[in-house]
């Protein structure tokens, strides 16, 4: 037998601290056997694991845990909000700031109260504005105002209270594209194996979420109305499960197609591969590299009625557990793609752009451009355009084996 095919052979141990799908993909997983001891060769963890024991635990080889160190510098909203801004700040030339907006304008607070009152202070009377906790999740504590009085009993309770929760403020997208009157963000799932050198793929299959009730600018107090969290729809009086509040990346894309036709929706393709990959080099020298990491982040973004797509936010642990058998289904594939490019049976040869339902975006550095014909390229000197970003090919998702 050859040596790849008895590597093959080896039995590969894992951990795992969740209970959702991460757990039924691992027990079905060919050749892997659970666990409870250190020596695992995959450890799905949680972000406390990380804080109070990675540091002091030693690594063997053919080890991997689901989190980089801090990985808080990409997905806490302040560190994001700052590192975007210190990358936009070092362009220097306003033509590249202006290609580079893909964060509506932000502050941190309380640190940045008054920068904030200075920019309220030049918008005009009704813009809107949206408050999120840096460390929030499901939709909780966020909420819109166009007042700065709005937020003075949150300001004056920051004046007494030492431990008062910081906060982001944003300049709401009031235009967002809308599909039977409401408004939805997409879940994009995003593979960083390594950040130095840079390497991320994207996987083909997510979803589109959208809000329970027809959008408004004139109720900013109804959350149902602007947030899309499914927490947040639960709350409803007459939610219903089975309403489908979420359509996969497929459905979407073959939607927007018809609509806008292929070309503009391969711009939208390019502008959301270079949200991805900007966001990752504002933090590359950031985080802290290291052979035994890899990382699945949940990207949140927005398209506004101009199909210019904003970053919202980005998860570092996006939620596992399924809302129904298609759910769970998208979810395993997800997964187990995942696992198929940390590659502990030793299948691949390292010249893959494509793994299952994974698209290689960016090598080692180098960004991962495909032909394309018939596309309305936009000049532009900051991002390169026909990514390797195939959003909503379900179909070729789901054929592709993991060594295409």
Known sequence: MMKSEKSRKKKILYKCSLGNTISDVLAGRDGWTETTADDWNFFWTTREWMNTTFDRFK??????????????????????????????????????????SYIPSSYLLPSEYHLFVEEFRKYPPDTIWIMKPVAGSQGRGIFLFRKLKDIQEWKKKDTHDNDIVPYVVQCYIHNPYLIGGKKFDLRIYVLVTTFRPLTVWVHREGFARFS???????????????????????????????????????????????????????????????????????????????????????????????????????????????????????????????????????????????????????????????????????????????????LGDYLESKKACPNT
């Not at 160190?69 to 070092?90: G, M, P, Q, V």
Request: charged share 25%.
């Open 59 to 100: 690594f063997k080889d053919r080890q991997f845990v689901c989190h980089f160190r801090n990985d808080f510098e990409l997905t806490r909203k302040d560190f994001l909000i700052k590192n975007y801004k210190k990358a936009k700040k070092s362009l220097g030339k306003l033509e590249l700031k202006q290609d580079y």
């Open 212 to 390: 329970h009730s027809p959008y408004s600018t004139e109720a900013v107090d109804n959350a149902l109305v602007h947030l899309t969290n499914v927490a947040i729809a639960k709350t409803a009086v007459d939610y219903d499960p089975e309403r489908g509040l979420k359509w996969s990346l497929d459905k979407l894309f073959r939607f927007l197609r018809a609509r806008h036709g292929q070309s503009q929706i391969l711009q939208v393709m390019d502008d959301i591969a270079n949200i991805i990959l900007e966001s990752l080099r504002c933090v590359q020298g950031l985080i802290i590299q290291d052979s035994h990491c890899f990382e699945m982040y949940g990207y949140d973004v927005l398209l506004d009625a101009n199909l210019k797509p904003w970053l919202l936010e980005v998860n570092a642990s996006p939620s596992l557990t399924a809302s129904s058998t298609e759910d769970f289904q998208m979810k395993s594939r997800v997964l187990n793609n995942m696992l198929d490019i940390i590659d502990l049976e030793q299948r691949l040869n390292g010249h893959e752009i494509q793994v299952g339902g994974f698209d290689l975006l960016v090598h080692e550095g180098d960004v991962i451009n495909i032909p394309r014909s018939g596309i309305l390229n936009r000049p532009s000197t900051m991002f390169s355009s026909r990514s390797n970003l195939r």
